[in-house]
């Protein structure tokens, strides 16, 4: 079992906010209803067998039959509806206007993810995250890219379609910061089980400096520097000598990373906001270096999974849009990584 | 006579460490956040089953780990912690565990046999 720190995979009930609150009363009121049920029906098999003759014949009769098999489940299921029906309904009302949005795209197993302003003008792109200010009610614009997926956060909402040449709400709002892992909901192809997605909510003032931060900075190609490797390695037999901490040792050198990423094709398909590369068909990687999650929530985001993910990518998630990069080098692997680390 | 010559035969094929069963646990569990499994395929990892780095099936009865060190619990650690400062050139990169997790990956790597 993985027990992913990234909050992938979420757990169904456990709200983190008002609309994924009224979801989950209503899901406790289903399995409650459920389990009422179960224990009547229980109860007259166990009375239609073991009763007294007189009790066998009330049950048998014609008023058992209309009050217990058609009024009751009647009423019930007739109520459990309205309620649901009203529920989903109130998750799904019309924008104001004001409100903050946020378009997401389901794509061939990831979430593509457009920053809004006021105007509908897209300003930041993401993928496979979503980053909320606590507190504030967000409506989600859902689009899908080729066939129908479906937005699922369980700790912030319901489920909802997002389907090709329609533009699907949500409003999602999270009370509490924290991390929450979802995932497509609708059976969308091969590796549907593999599209994971996270949302994380920063309180508002924290919230507010890290959109900044991201919509006025540009990549970090400043940051870039030569590294050199290490001197003489110690004798292999002596574990004891060598450098404990991973950061004293860097061999991988970003700026030949950078060349790699714009002369390898990477760029053919994957943007970076600042640079050449402007490729609109993978995710957006200004912000990669930063992500939870490799792969649309899947995998932890370190040097290691960065170099599986792009030098054989289709083992990992066999059938997705990116190819295994086996004319690449290992060396050449990591210097890609090292870049796409610093793309925060 | 015949206890003799049982005690003659040679042991069976067993593993050369012997690593107790809680850290094999905590060694599965940081194989998974680290998702070592991107690369290698692991037993007792049922996805992913990457094939970039080799897989580590049968681990237990290799003889050089990365084909150049001598496959001991220390250098394990070592390795699987910060596999370019014990090899230089191997491809595998730093990881984002901590000793002890290291320590506890190995002893699951050479408990693979015990299954």
Same mark, same amino acid.
């Given at each position: 079992m993985i027990d992913a720190l990234w909050g992938w995979p979420p757990p169904v009930l456990d709200p983190a906010g008002p609309y994924a609150d009224k979801v989950t009363t209503l899901a406790w009121a289903l399995f409650g209803m459920g389990l009422v049920v179960t224990a009547i029906v229980c109860a007259a098999l166990w009375l239609a067998v073991r009763g007294s003759p007189k009790i066998k014949a009330m049950i048998g009769g014609e008023r058992a039959i209309w009050i217990g098999g058609i009024a009751f489940p009647g009423v019930v299921l007739l109520g459990l509806l309205v309620w649901g029906l009203t529920l989903t309904a109130s998750l799904t009302q019309p924008i104001r206007g004001d409100e903050m949005r946020i378009r997401i795209t389901g794509e061939m197993w990831w979430f593509r993810v457009q920053y809004l302003n006021a105007d509908g003008d897209i300003v930041m792109e993401d993928a496979n995250e979503l980053h909320l200010p606590v507190g504030v009610p967000v409506v989600l614009e859902l689009e899908a890219a080729d066939v129908i997926h479906s937005f699922w956060v369980p700790h912030l909402s319901g489920k909802k379609d997002m389907i090709p040449g329609r533009r699907t709400l949500l409003r999602v709002q999270a009370d509490r910061a924290g991390e929450f892992g979802g995932l497509c909901a609708e059976y969308c192809g091969s590796q549907h089980a593999l599209m994971g997605f996270v949302a994380i909510a920063h309180k508002a003032s924290d919230w507010q400096a890290w959109f900044d931060d991201r919509t006025t900075r540009v990549a970090r190609t400043e940051m870039l520097a030569e590294t050199a490797p290490p001197d003489a390695m110690p004798y292999p037999g002596d574990a004891a000598a060598y450098p404990m901490e991973p950061e004293t040792l860097e061999r991988y050198d970003a700026r030949r990373g950078m060349r790699l990423f714009m002369e390898s094709g990477c760029a053919a398909c994957h943007r970076i906001a600042g =640079?050449?590369?402007?490729?609109?068909?993978?995710?957006?990687? =200004?912000?990669v270096g930063s992500r939870r999650s490799l792969g649309a929530g899947i995998l932890p985001n370190n040097r290691g999974t960065m170099m599986g993910w792009i030098g054989d990518s289709q083992s990992i998630k066999?059938?997705?849009?990116?190819?295994? %990069? %086996?004319?690449?080098s290992a060396e050449d692997i990591g210097h890609i990584a090292a870049f796409l680390e610093l793309q925060k | 006579m015949v206890l003799g010559l049982l005690s003659a035969c040679k042991n069976p094929v067993g593993s050369r460490y012997e690593p107790d069963d809680a850290a094999q646990e905590r060694g599965l569990l940081a194989i998974n956040e680290a998702g070592c499994a991107a690369c290698h395929e692991i037993p007792g990892v049922a996805w992913p089953k990457g094939r970039l780095g080799p897989s580590l099936e049968g681990f237990d009865d290799v003889g050089m780990i990365a084909g150049q060190l001598p496959n001991r619990p220390d250098l394990l650690a070592a390795f699987i912690r910060n596999a370019p400062a014990v090899k230089r050139d191997s491809t595998m990169p730093a990881t984002p565990i901590t000793q002890l997790e290291a320590v506890d990956i190995a002893a699951y790597l050479y408990g693979l046999d015990h299954d």
């Open positions: =640079t050449e590369a402007n490729g609109l068909a993978g995710p957006d990687l =200004t912000h066999p059938g997705n849009r990116m190819p295994s %990069y %086996y004319v690449l | -």
